[in-house]
């Protein structure tokens, strides 16, 4: 069978993974030479935690879980290659840039984690927030306002990678999140599900579910935080994936009742404190486009971009003529 997990520990040791008939078979080996190994272990786990059975949540932990089995009940065949890790790269090339001054970006074409790059401006200024790559996503927003308004602040970046029949939807995500962090709502941003693999389920889960299999879903969302209560919130955050403790309780008891099958909660990556962030963007008007009613207008005071909120009148001919803005 052809192995679907592995896990680099370092030293050319090797951790290598396969769900086979409701059992996670595991083997430990050392990689001697481009054909050899050294073999160092053999485990299996038929009550192994579902993110076990996902790539981006394969740890050791799921080793230490197993019962030892014989030496050779898998035989593994190895060759080793060399090439360059790409672990969590993002494609840079589809950070959008915002505002009307913008020009671009300087992302490369391949980002890696956790780097970080901006919007380009055409007046030369420098661009307010970054783009990083975070769990091969680009996160974050990067803006040259112009004559569109910006407003910054600190974030707070979460990345969950959850084993379950679907994805909630965003509102209920929204609601899931703040619930779960005692947040206001208007805390909760951008946040996101991404569909991965199938994964096939243990056997007892797979009754509890209905059916063998559940997909792998990477979860998300930025919070707006000030630099006080970040430490606060980095910690509520990282509590998530804990249903023992009150936060990780009330995700998952939410993610529960809104999902047919939830299974495991990891954290897919630390949770990320981001500074000087773009937390609000609204595009400016074009006040040129105001059209001025009544037969003693003559045009407007309108500038020709116009900020957010901001106002302007028609302006009338005659001198006791009063504009209604």
Sequence with gaps: MTVMLTLDLGNNVWLLGVVDDGVLKMVKLKVTGPTTNEWLGTRSDVDYDPSCAVQATFREACWGAGDGVPRNAYPVSVRATEEGTSEGACRGDLAQPLGDDSNGTNCPTMMMEPTTCLA??????????????LASKVRLKSVCPG?????IGDKVLLTLAVVASECPSPAQLHTILANALEVHRDTVKDVFFEVGEEVMLPKDDALLAGQP????LTLGGDLVVNATEAPDVLLRVAQLPDSKVPVG????NALKSALDYMGSVENLRKPVYAPDQVIDFHKACRGDAARP???????TNCPVAMVERSSCAAQCNSEIGRAHV
Excluded: Y
């Excluded at 009544?294 to 045009?299: I, L, T």
């Design 120 to 133: 380009k401006c055409s007046s030369n200024t420098i661009a307010s927030g970054t783009f990083m790559c």
């Design 249 to 252: 309780n009330r995700f998952a």
């Design 213 to 216: 299999t559940a997909r792998a």
């Design 147 to 151: 004559h569109d308004s910006v407003m």
């Design 293 to 299: 009613l009544g037969n003693d207008s003559v045009g």
